[in-house]
């Protein structure tokens, strides 16, 4: 029984965040500038599904991969492949804060800055001041990204509390709700609200049945697809409002 309730697999549930993420980054190109209509909201809440999953499966990547250092340098550089990527999609200057602090790269930046933020907190070497200092360091270097560095201390939150799923989401929800009010205060209030669309998430992490699945290329498929598809979404910026910013950021 209680294995059916847990019927997801980490290749299923990235599956979700891949196609939530692929409606959220079309919505965003077809439909700029933070539109109200309810249905493209919809689509921005599903949209939502997609960073928390990411949180969850760096958080889980680093418990299980056999190399840390390995892992950590193949995301800064899919972070790097991909900055040129995402800045295209969303017409965002390639050399960042030309315009603003906001969205200047990929989550990915974020993404592997979370890894690297949970090796630091497992380091017996260093002393736990020096651990906060590094992890405010890290904050500050990621604040500039999608997601800011809300994604690393969610990443940090969740692979801290293994273990303990309550306290994982809880913490998770905590920095949603910081990024929430930031979005509110300086970018838009109904997106900003939207942000509690990632709580969504949490009955799917739930059901995570700490399976990988059959599928042994769904890593590769995602760092392939992810820059590509953004690249997708540059061509359709591009032929729909020309060579333009069509989010904060551009």
Known sequence: MERQKKSFNSNQL???????????????????????????????????????????????????????????????????ISHFAYNFAFGIPFVPFQTTVFNQTSVIWSLAWGLVSLMILDCGRLKEWMKTGLLIFICLLTFCSDWSCIAVMAIVSIGANRGDFKKQMSGMMFYVALYALIYFLCIDKVYGLLQFGTAFTIPLLKRYNGQRGTWKGMKWFFYLYYPLHLILCGVIRVALYGNVGIMIGG
């Open 14 to 80: 990235k599956m979700i965040a891949i196609l939530a993420m692929t409606l959220d980054h079309l919505l965003s190109v077809v439909f700029p500038n933070y539109p109200k209509d309810w249905w493209v909201l919809a689509g921005h809440v599903i949209g939502r599904l997609t960073a928390p999953i990411m949180w969850f499966f760096i958080a889980e990547g680093y418990h299980y991969t056999q190399n840390v250092k390995k892992y950590a340098m193949r995301l800064f550089l899919f972070a790097f």
